[in-house]
């Protein structure tokens, strides 16, 4: 039985999309707002996790796809799919750090700066728009 990479890769940048989405509206307050409200942290929190483990797992079927055997690390991850062309060297590195952000987030969540997040997650809303787009692109050019 054969695996349908562009169609199961297209339901993992759906669902990406509704996660910006869905966080988007979490972020439209100031940082003093968002820090004073313990659920909306939490919130925007796993949605970040989730929207990075989305990424990771495209990357995952994108470098499949390729008929590649995936790296070890989520990090690593992001070199694989950059030296296929599908993201450029600057939404790499970008994506290298919210891999750091995600490992906080599951591992030491009782010392997050809750700042850092805020303004990390409001960075990975363009960011992660940038890598949907530049994976569609991916999967068309071939």
Known sequence: MSVDYDCLIKQKLTGMASYIEELTPYLQVPVKRYLEDSGRRRIVERLAQVIIESAI???????????????????????????????????TARFHRYVGLRSRIVHDYDVLDSKIVYYSAKRLLDDAKQYIGSAYAHLSAF
């Open 57 to 91: 797992d495209i990357n995952g079927l994108l470098i499949e796809r390729a008929g590649n055997v995936p790296p070890a690390t989520a990090y690593c991850s992001f070199d694989s799919v950059s030296e296929l062309g599908a993201i450029d060297d600057q939404l």
